[in-house]
C-alpha cells in the first residue's frame, strides 16, 4: 500500500472514531512510543513489520493536530543515525513527524537486506488490514480496542452505539 493512500484511509478511520476529536497530539505521541516498544519486545519479522505499521498509523495520526504536511517524507533529508528506532522516538516527541517517518522507512530498508518481504508499503497494509476493521472507542484521549476494554467499557460502548449514531466498527 502506497503511504498517501495509507494516509488517506488511516485520516478517515480516525475521524470516524473520533480520534482527531477526542485526543490530542501528545497522546498520538505517547502511542507511537508504546508502538516501539512493541517492535522492540516484537520475536518475529511479521510482528516487527506489524508494529512498523501501528507506529505510521500512530504518526499520521499526530501529524493531524500538528498540522504537517508528511506526504513527501521520503525526500525528507537529514543525517542518517544507526539507531532507527531512537531517531524515529525523538522525532515524535518532537513532533517531526517527516524525520519520524524517514527513519521508520530506512529502518524498512535496512531490514530488507535481511527478509525480502519487509518493505515498508507492507507493514503499511499489514497495520491498515489489522486496524480498518477494528471496534473500540475513546477513552480519557486514546482509542481503546473492545479486547482491551472493560466489561463496563464495553456497557458504555452498546449504550451509546445502540441507535448506529456512532460508527465504532
Sequence with gaps: MEFKEFKKNVEEWARVRGIYDQSTEAHQQAKALEEIGEYLTATNDDERMDAIGDIAVCIVNASKF???????????????????LAGASYNIVTGRYNHALKYLYEACILSELYNKDFKFDSCLSKAWKEIKDRKGMMIDGKYVKWDSM???????????DSGNTLIRE
Excluded at 498540522?67 to 532507527?84: A, E, G, R
Design 66 to 84: 500538528a498540522p504537517l504536511n508528511i506526504d513527501n517524507f521520503k525526500n525528507h533529508k537529514f543525517s542518517m543515525k544507526k539507531d532507527y
Design 150 to 160: 472493560t466489561e463496563e467499557q464495553k456497557a458504555e460502548f452498546n449504550r451509546r
